[in-house]
């Protein structure tokens, strides 16, 4: 099975849980996945929920749990070289059929890796490897690579009433 690279980008909500959604349906058909999320750390409802599933979707948190406002720190900068590192091995290895980089696009936006070494990895895609890139503003470059880009656009969110994220709905 041929596999492709897919950009979920946006201001809107949904992203990851399309993202999710896609490797619960993969695990459903015995494929294997590796989720590496760039920016999150913790036991989010999501990571509870895939641990049911660990023996097709591995999971690795690469982010510090927090927001990035100005210069990343070094010890962020680590992290998300680390991470690439093991998407790297992961791809190389031959044992996943999806590779799932959530939140990479914020993660070129706050300057944890540069668009070129997010562009390095898809280069070394394998033929049969689906990508899931997620994340707000991704880059032009990155969409003209991708082979399907969608776009999650906020029309309204009762976040802007003062509606806090909610557990097992937006976290």
């Not at 980089?101 to 070129?116: R, S």
């Amino acid at each position: 099975m041929k596999g492709y690279i897919q950009v979920y980008t946006g201001n809107g909500k949904g992203k990851t849980t399309a993202a999710l959604g896609l490797a619960i349906r993969a695990a459903g058909a015995g494929l294997r996945v590796f989720i590496g999320q760039f920016i999150k750390s913790g036991d989010y409802s999501e990571i509870k929920a895939l641990k049911r599933f660990d023996d097709l979707i591995h999971v690795r948190q690469f982010g510090k749990g927090r927001f990035i406002m100005g210069p990343p720190a070094e010890e962020d900068l680590w992290a998300a070289r680390q991470g690439l590192i093991e998407i790297r091995a992961a791809m190389a290895s031959g044992t996943y059929n999806i590779l799932i980089l959530e939140e990479a696009n914020v993660a070129v936006t706050c300057g944890l890796f540069k668009l070129d070494e997010l562009l390095a990895v898809i280069a070394e895609k394998p033929a049969e490897l689906e990508i899931i890139i997620t994340g707000r503003n991704a880059h032009p470059d990155l969409i003209e690579k991708a082979d399907l880009v969608t776009e999650m656009k906020e029309i309204k969110h009762y976040y802007q009433k003062g509606v806090p994220a909610r557990v097992g709905i937006e976290k």
